[in-house]
């Protein structure tokens, strides 16, 4: 609908005014799309969280109604669920798995259990990198010399002191 103002005086009714043109009152479209979608907050981009770590994953939590659930996208696609259904409370703890691989293309996507058309996704990317203080024996290159006479044995310890690997049986 076109609407226009009148002013009137209270004291004399005779004194008034109208305004020259019409307009037209609409919703915000700002407000309407906060009140329906989640926003992610952290992590939003450029972050570097350590597997084996403790983190809090942040989110306004919109108009998603009770529970939402979250996933780690890996170059814009699913790579694993950190929660299928928890509240819409805006955080969320995670550990990152040590069997999470390392790397920068991670993003977070929070999406309503209510609607799925009500979600939101990190900005940009933030980085996975591997606990610095712990080392993936699976993954490391073994040497064997003739020299070196390994005895079979089912288990290894591992001490890392100022940058030496030390392995005793």
């Known amino acids: 609908s076109k609407y226009r103002i009148k002013i009137l005086s209270i004291a004399n009714p005779k004194v008034m005014d109208i305004s020259d ?35 809090r994953i ?26 299928k259904k928890t509240k819409n409370d805006g955080s969320h703890n995670w550990t990152i798995p040590s069997t999470v691989k390392t790397g920068s293309a991670y993003q977070i996507k929070i999406v ?24 993936d024996l ?3 290159t073994w040497l064997h010399t003739k020299v070196a006479k390994w005895p079979q044995t089912s288990t290894l310890k591992v001490t890392i002191k100022a940058g030496s690997i030390c392995l005793a049986f």
């Open 112 to 135: 309503s259990t209510k609607n799925t058309k009500i979600f939101d996704k990190s900005n940009s990317s933030f980085t996975i990198q591997p606990d610095a203080s712990s080392l």
């Open 58 to 83: 942040k989110w306004g939590k919109g108009n998603a109604g009770a529970t939402v659930k979250i996933h780690l996208l890996k170059s814009g696609k699913h790579y694993k669920w950190i929660s």
């Open 21 to 55: 043109r019409t307009f037209v009152v609409k919703k915000s479209k700002a407000k309407q799309l906060a009140a329906n979608s989640l926003k992610v907050i952290s992590p939003n981009g450029g972050q570097k969280w350590t597997t084996g770590k403790r983190y």
């Open 138 to 140: 699976s993954k490391v």
